[in-house]
DNA sequence: CAAATATAATAGTAATACTATCATTTAATA
DNA sequence: TATTAAATGATAGTATTACTATTATATTTG
């Protein structure tokens, strides 16, 4: 794997996009604009047309940096798992005992994104946000395979395999690691998620308290 | 013989329908064919019109049933789930181990739905494979919290909280059964899914490793 | 400045997700 | 059996969505 700590900007797969939304101020914007659109109102709610008019801009123009809205979507998940991905070598960076690096590595997994290492002026909580509900519908999608095969996955896919080598790093006996590491990270989005919709679901109703529960249950796995 | 399977009634709320489709042959027929169309073609490319054509009848005859197709699609989840719960129920009926009952409940989870207990003749399979597919954006919708609050997700969260409770009879000092057993439950449908499309990510492709992951995360994280 | 490129303005299309109306068939009941 | 009510079918229509196409106008670059 290459060294992300050298370059701070997130390599995103040109699959995504027709034209590269970084090249141009309305690209950022578009971006910038969908990512305010589809934490207010969902996107179920957010079409091309209603960003052209807040953007200032046309639905041609849009067309012409992103396929449709769901490439887009794709887009902006990508954006939060390489900033995820970068935010988690960071800070698990020179760390030297395998638990407290997996910790910690899980730890950063449910903190805001740092959005300051893109070229976007985004809030990270409304990038967390569109994650936690949206997600699940960028994957759950008709054209997965071609898209995974094209490499639209691929940012996601690199953060599960770091986090489940951390895993056999702690416990090289332990056969699940791939299967804890999905858990733990498809947790971190959908354990917010019944937070704010079905608190009674579960336990977690802070950052906190999430990390308790997943410090628990890998500690639990595999230290015993 | 009548075995008491055959006498199941999985009572759907009925703010899932405008009228029971358990009560004629029209409202089996959409609901038997719309889980054919739904596997085999996923939710998206789904509409009433082509299920219309299907069973030889209309579009505004299926109307008169469900409101539209996303109710369907939470009809047909909770259909899936009260199959599930039953299963569970009769399964851990008289078991004295609370350890024993709880790993013999999530065994369930991930059996095949037996769905000769119901009105329709459905294979278990399609049903299993739509929930994997379709059910995190039956519960990931704009209007989730008011469907919520109407009931359509009572039986999905009864089953929920069965899970939590028989998790609290192993270990009462544990902090996070509804967390847990939420994990689990949505683990039931995902890991399938990604053995399915990112069959790197997880290492349960079959129903017996499935469990055994499980198991061993239980075992571990409530007895240790 | 000319040429290339990017964006805007406008129009149009096919499909979707419904709603409305009325005719007809089937079932219930008196 | 006749009458009525309920269920279903046939047909039409609408607003919205998710695009595609075309041409005009800026803007950038060589």
Redesign the interface.
Known sequence: MHNILSNLRVDINSSLYLKDPESSQLGINIVKSSIDLIDA??I??FNFKKLARVIGSTESSIYRYFENKHRLLLYISSLYWGIMEFQMVVQTNNMSGSLEKLLKAVETLFSTPQTKCTSFEIEGQKLRHILN??F??A????L??EE?EAGC?SIY?RL??RLSEMIVEVNSDY?????????II??SL??Y??SE??H?????HSKDNLY??YK??LT??LM?
């Open positions: 109102n969902g179920e709610e509900s949206e699940v519908k994957y759950h999608h008709k997965v395979d995974n996955f896919k599960v395999s056969s699940f690691s791939k299967s804890l590491a999905s858990v498809e947790g959908n354990q998620f019944l919709h079905f009674n679901l579960t336990d977690c308790l529960f628990d249950l639990k796995t015993s």
